[in-house]
């Protein structure tokens, strides 16, 4: 820091700072002539299509098979139109992320954006701020607490309670159970807990959860972790993964054990991979859901409201799907065709 | 206020990347998006300078990502589940953040342990705290209950200076963030404090030779234990930012902001052999990264190419840093020679 000040690395400041004074001038000269229209808080241009085109992005949380799988059913949709322009951005898992992407296509002027949020709570003020500037807001699986356009998501609560019923039938209505969990903090987790806990209470109280251990929504995780309970429950007669990743962690630690067919071991989700293995009479069974459909439902809607120019705020009350699905088994898994697997 | 070669440089680049994504990004140079940067990196080059202080006395701080997510969970819990009104909030959220930075700066002198092991135990020690704290988890139902206290929300304040000043009539003016007024005070108080001080150049003597200046009769600990405890009320700065953005905390707030506070220091020229380096730097280094990575979202490049981009920016930063230095050396050794 107490460098000596030469002469020179003087001027080369003075010469630093004129010149990017220029440069600074040069990119504001880009804000004249750009006048705002309405009355917007704060200072955001109203969404409308750039010409005849439409921009629409989807933020998902992170790169998963889920997001992945409703990106390609909103493009199944938009392409065809050849109207919308569209982007998948990445939300990094994180909330400042996901709110800095929502900033920049308020500023691009979107006509709709599709959101997963990490947090119901954290991306609601930016939500407020896409609608004020006339955005229409789609949310995927979790809902955030600003009313917004619609929200489409999977049956997480219902689904789990059905999971937690198939499962102890298969259990023969007693034993032990152990779940692994996705990190606390997420809505998503809750509803899946939940309703697995509550839906073993209704169905089969007889069944005791001995373990509810974090395996970061994680296969590799979901391994160490499921070692680590059967060390301490060497009866354990099931386990539930919040996810198909873990159950397919779990699957694997079964397949080390020689405990597949002893080891009843559902998921939740119903990713291709998780498919292949209930056909191998491996894993027991999850909850399918069709994500391109899923995706494909909230790129039709979000076409509806761009271009049948319905404003981002107009909506009576949020509009609220809840995807249809199966329990996916041995018994009707083939049922499933090649092109509804993701 | 000495102005480094390294300085002037900086700012010529970030004019520099300035000019071309304003040519090359689509809406790049509007309004919108200078208020964008603002407000989405103000935090963060409070968060830089705050890191600039341990870096200076020869240290790193890897935990102040979770300090963040710590004051971030308490301001949540005091919020929401105590129901203390801002005005006791901001402060004790401050004192949590400073107490934080304490124990790192504490753990390092008193028990000899190398900042990066120091600070890496408290990453994973405050990220624990997070989790155990969280009012989140305590109270389910608050998963989906705003924070609404003026006091804590009212950071998220805009102002339209523009139209105040009668700007607004000849171009549209950005609406400047509070964050962006904060992190200018935070600036002046924290380059002040550099430069101006006693304390400033203790840090600075530490940084450069710790042994030199306990010779020289400065207490090495109390300065490196205040510059750790400086890097963690930033962090509490940057906490109640984020809070009042989201109008919440979660347990993974801040989490790898270290990385980013880092690289933003390092981009502005602080040495990370000590001793070297201004908040001015850190801080202008903040939204160069911010502006490189709108610029970029802006244009449609895939942020797997963004992370790439900032990783070159950090080795293009080293890497000049690293030129200044030995030219420097190489010039005092062409003195020498001469003077001999």
Known sequence: MVDDKPASDRRSFFKTVVLGSAALAGAASGMFGVPIAGVQSPGIPLARAEGDRYKMAFIQWQPHTVPAAWSKGIEEVLKPQQVVDYELLDGQNK????????????????????????D?????????????????????????????????????????????????????????????????????????????????????????VVADQVADWDRKKAQDVLN????????????YGVNDSMALGAVDVAKEK????????????????????????????????????????????????????????????????????????????????????? | MTIRPASATLVLFFAGVVAVFSVSAPRFATATNIENLMSGFSFVAILAMGEAFPILVRGIDLSIGAIVGVVGMVVFDMTLIFHLPGYVVLPIALVIGALAGVVNGALIVFLRLQPFIATLATLAAYRGLIYAISGRQLVPGLTTTPIRDSWIIGIETYFDLGGRLGVSKLLTMPWFPLSFFIMLTVFAVLQTLLVKTRFG????????????????????????????????????????????????????????????????????????????????????????????????????????????????????????????????????????????
């Open chain 1, 95 to 118: 909330v400042e992320v996901q709110a800095s992407l929502m900033d920049t296509l308020v500023n691009q002027g979107a006509a709709v954006i599709f959101l997963q949020p990490i």
């Open chain 1, 228 to 239: 680590t309970i059967l060390a301490a429950n060497p009866d354990l007669g099931g386990v």
């Open chain 1, 258 to 342: 020689k405990l597949i067919g002893k080891l009843v071991i559902f998921g939740n989700d119903g990713e291709a991979g998780a498919l292949e293995s209930i056909a191998a009479g491996e894993l027991t069974g999850t909850q399918y859901t069709d994500v391109y459909q899923q995706g494909r439902l909230a790129a039709a809607a979000a076409v509806v409201l761009a271009t049948g120019g319905v404003p981002a705020g107009s909506f009576a009350k949020q509009s609220h799907l809840l995807m249809p699905y199966v329990i996916a088994t041995k018994a009707n898994v083939g049922t499933i065709q090649p092109s509804q697997r993701w």
């Open chain 2, 201 to 340: 150049r203790d840090v600075q003597a530490v940084g450069g030779n710790s042994e030199a200046a306990r010779l020289a009769g400065i207490d090495v600990r109390l300065v490196t234990v205040v510059a750790y405890g400086i890097a963690g009320i930033c962090a509490a700065i940057a906490a109640l930012i984020l809070v009042a953005r989201f109008t919440t905390s979660t347990e993974a707030l801040g989490a790898g902001m270290e990385l980013t506070a880092i690289a933003s220091a390092v981009i502005g020229g602080v040495s990370l052999t000590g001793g070297v380096g201004s908040m001015f730097g850190p801080a202008v280094g903040a939204f160069l990264l911010g502006a490189v990575l709108l610029g970029l979202t802006l244009e449609g490049v895939p942020q797997f190419v963004q992370q790439i981009t900032t990783g070159i920016v950090l080795l293009a930063a080293v890497g000049y840093d690293r030129l200044l230095l030995l030219r420097q050396k190489s010039g005092h050794a062409v003195g020498h020679a001469k003077v001999g």
């Open chain 1, 120 to 208: 119901s709570v954290a991306l609601a003020p930016s939500i407020a701020k896409a609608k004020r500037a006339g955005i229409s807001v789609i949310t995927l699986n979790i809902d955030a607490t600003e009313p917004h356009a619609a929200h489409v998501e999977m049956n997480h609560y219902f689904g789990a309670m059905d999971i937690a019923k198939a499962m102890g039938d298969a259990m023969g209505g007693k034993g032990k159970v152990a779940i692994l969990n996705a990190p606390p903090g997420i809505i998503i987790r809750d509803q899946r807990t939940n309703g697995f806990v509550d839906g073993l209470k209704k169905h089969h109280p007889n069944i005791q």
